[in-house]
């Protein structure tokens, strides 16, 4: 009788290999060409690439702040926010900055806007980017 049950498994998890071998992997595969961006204020902005995924977005750029400036991204479907976020306050300098935004509804944010603020969060330039 063991040799049976034994006989029995190796069946099934031979059977069950190819199932497994086949599947595809889950990937965050970007779904949208990238879009390229830029917000200016006198001589500041933020520019870079909007890369576009199925549940999020993500906004890749460089921030050269004369004075104190903040990036800030919305994700948007439709007319309604997905998620907001911004980057730290930056006062006279150059940085890499790079912001992720979750857009979990199907199909994703189908637009963002990019705001550059000054250090108390007033709106000196904004722009909206649509996915292609």
Known sequence: MPRKVSAIIA???????PVLAGAPAATAATTYPTTYFS???DDSWY??????????VSLDGDLNAYGCKRAYGIA???????DERSTSTHCNNYTDQNISLA????????HVRINLTDANGKVLAYRYYYRP
């Open 76 to 82: 948007w479907a439709g007319i309604t926010p997905l």
């Open 103 to 110: 857009a979990n509804v199907p199909g994703g944010a189908d």
């Open 47 to 56: 520019a870079g690439q909007i890369t576009w995924y199925n549940r999020s």
């Open 11 to 17: 069946a099934v998890a031979a059977a069950a290999v």
């Open 39 to 41: 917000v200016q204020s």
